[in-house]
């Protein structure tokens, strides 16, 4: 069975243009998106229905023309809100897109604050609020051009980007003393990591803590901060998010699914299951055959 990602390393657009729009529907192309965090900016614009958008432990929900931005390695998960639909774009851009010649001074003044934590924004930005309004037109034209942006488009598409970092960086603040230390940040994805690599075993609070070099009243502390949930609860929505992935995509016997995903209780595999998705397993396969 294929990892769910936690960190993202794959290549958004192509190498020489690392860029890209991505078009997602919850929950018909997928019930979800799970914790993860990737080295381009991102910005999710909601277009139509409901989601919701979880950074680093805040989770806003979306209506149509709101807006959540991303920094680069910002902890991120996009989830269905209660029962409705949401449909949304993700544009995805890498900051080398704005690098220029080497000792570039706008690279450095503008984007390398981004980069090393000495700048932030805010991250839920509604329809018709400041930052919001100055963006909107860039990225209705990046909407407008995302099927040709990398044969014919590639001026218009560079140019939306740095009027979207220009009023990034209007409305950016100071970080110092908000979010995490480098050390504290870098042994934390060690937990995220031992779940990716280990989901289907048993696993224990204290043997992530562990593994983070934290005492597990410490570690248990910095993860819900570093996350939004407890560990364990992490823990749970991770299995039960490569089970829906199994139900929607292979033949599996469901009490096998709940075997590879570290679910050994079926009974309660299913209650879990039911409280995150609103139906058992089975019915939940048979839904998503039907549509």
């Known amino acids: 069975m294929e ?16 860029y890209t729009v991505y078009h997602g529907r919850i929950p018909e192309f997928i019930p979800s998106f799970p ?35 991303i920094l680069p390695r910002g902890v991120h998960s996009i989830d269905r809100f209660s029962q409705e639909t949401g449909e949304y774009f993700n544009i995805m851009f890498h900051p ?7 000792g570039d001074s706008c690279y450095v003044k503008y984007v390398l604050p981004f980069l090393n934590g000495e700048r932030t924004v805010e991250y839920f930005h509604p329809a018709g609020s400041c930052l919001n309004q100055a963006v909107t037109p860039g990225i209705t034209s990046l909407l407008k051009h995302r099927r040709s942006s990398y ?62 070099g934290f005492s597990k009243s410490h570690f248990m502390k910095l993860f819900r ?45 299913t209650r879990a299951f039911r409280k995150k998705y609103g139906k058992a397993p089975l019915e939940y396969r048979n839904n998503g055959m039907e549509r």
């Open 225 to 269: 901060e570093f996350t939004g949930m407890s560990f364990n609860a992490y823990l749970i929505n991770y299995r039960l998010e490569l089970a829906a992935r199994q139900l929607s995509e292979t033949k599996l016997k469901v009490i096998d699914i709940a075997e590879n995903c570290g679910f050994h209780n079926h009974s309660y595999f």
């Open 151 to 212: 044969s014919t488009h590639e001026l218009l598409v560079k140019s939306c980007l740095f009027l979207i970092l220009h009023c990034l960086n209007q409305h950016s603040t100071a970080a110092e003393g908000s979010g995490f230390s480098p050390l504290s940040y870098g042994r934390l994805k060690n937990a995220l990591y031992y779940v990716q690599h280990s989901y289907d075993q048993d696993i224990s609070v204290q043997t992530a803590a562990e593994k983070c």
């Open 35 to 69: 914790l993860h965090w990737h080295d381009e900016f991102e910005l999710i614009y909601c277009v139509r229905g409901r989601i919701l958008v979880t950074v680093w432990g805040r989770t806003y929900s979306l209506g149509a023309k709101d807006l959540v931005v």
């Open 96 to 102: 080398s897109l704005f690098t220029g010649p080497e």
């Open 3 to 18: 990892h769910t990602p936690v960190h993202e390393t794959k290549t958004h657009g192509t190498a020489a243009f690392p």
